[in-house]
Nanobody, 132 residues
Framework: EAQLVESGGGLVQAGESLRLSCTLT????????IMWFRQAPGKEREGVSC????????YYADNVKGRFFVSGHYATSTVYLQMNDLKPEDTATYYC?????????????????????????WGQGTQVTVSS
């Protein structure tokens, strides 16, 4: 039933911007934290960002802070990752994922970043390539 679908990836030059979308179906938006991961060939999967739609709290990895911004639109069950000033090292497959966060709960993703072991549902990924 639950499904996450990413879109918006593409090929851009360094310094340009992209906006990724993650559309959620079959789950209650406010019961989940939505996380963004990325993985480049030969590298470990890296947590990028997460968002708690219920109160708007969020997390950003140090190497994207100030360039990437996550937002949620409850009416359309969509989470966006706005990526500005893209760099070649941002090249990766980007995945959105959902962690169940029943109330009350500690916001582990906000405190420590996305954790793959906490993911209940994964999207299929979208490719981002940044050329220099």
């Amino acid at each position: 039933e639950a499904q996450l679908v990413e879109s918006g990836g593409g090929l851009v030059q360094a310094g340009e911007s992209l906006r990724l979308s993650c559309t959620l179906t079959g789950l209650v938006f406010h019961d989940f934290a939505i996380m963004w991961f990325r993985q480049a060939p030969g590298k470990e999967r890296e947590g990028v960002s997460c968002l708690y739609e219920r109160d708007g709290s969020s997390y950003y990895a140090d190497n994207v802070k100030g360039r990437f911004f996550v937002s949620g639109h409850y009416a359309t069950s969509t989470v966006y990752l706005q990526m500005n000033d893209l760099k070649p090292e941002d090249t990766a497959t980007y995945y959105c994922a959902a962690e169940r966060t029943p109330r009350p709960t500690v916001k582990f993703c906000q405190l420590y970043g996305p954790r793959p072991e906490a993911v209940e549902f994964w999207g299929q990924g979208t490719q981002v390539t940044v050329s220099s």
